[in-house]
């Protein structure tokens, strides 16, 4: 996401504070580029299983790990069903990613995560320019991003094994 980035290339690396808040943000755009990979190759796959117009939109199986696809109105999904499901919303700007245990979303310079507890769910918000804030909470920011890392790696390597078992240009 560019507004990581941009964060991310204005941080000065010279005190423990810059280095921890990098640590943070980068942990953040290494999700989310797991998942923008996820949707190309997603999307890759269901151009050559084949897709139907359903409810104003495109509804499209990759025929692989039991991934879907839906776009509709400049909106992709990606939904992993069964065990250990997923989703992935992506639009302009925005990105959602959820698990039954952990939801992160990524929006106009704000990071909003959600983590199970006994009770209930704990939402944090974080702005991505306020230091302080992601000082703070970066260690809950980096305990979900690593459990959806966890998720989003093992279905990005099952959809390349299935685009290199179907010989697929992806």
């Known amino acids: 996401m560019k507004s990581i980035d941009a964060r991310l290339s204005r941080i000065e690396r010279r005190s423990l504070r810059s280095v921890q808040v990098a640590s943070v943000l980068d942990s953040i755009r290494q999700v989310a580029s797991l998942a923008v990979d996820l949707i190309g190759k ?11 117009e359903y409810n104003g939109g495109r ?8 991934v879907l696809l839906v776009e509709r109105g400049g909106e992709t999904i990606v939904y992993k069903y069964g065990g250990n499901s997923i989703s992935i919303r992506a ?4 990105l959602l990613i959820s698990t039954k245990e952990v939801s992160i979303g990524v929006k106009l310079g704000e990071v909003t995560l959600k983590l199970p507890r006994p009770e209930g769910e704990y939402t944090v918000s974080v702005k991505l320019d306020d230091e302080e804030e992601l000082l703070r909470r970066g260690h809950l920011v980096k305990l979900g991003t690593r459990k959806l890392s966890t998720h989003l790696s093992r279905l990005l390597n099952a959809l390349t094994h299935c685009i290199q078992s179907r010989r697929l240009q992806c």
């Open 42 to 52: 997603a999307g890759c796959l269901s151009e050559s299983t084949g897709c139907r």
């Open 59 to 66: 509804l499209c199986s990759t025929g692989c790990g039991r």
């Open 91 to 94: 639009s302009a700007g925005e």
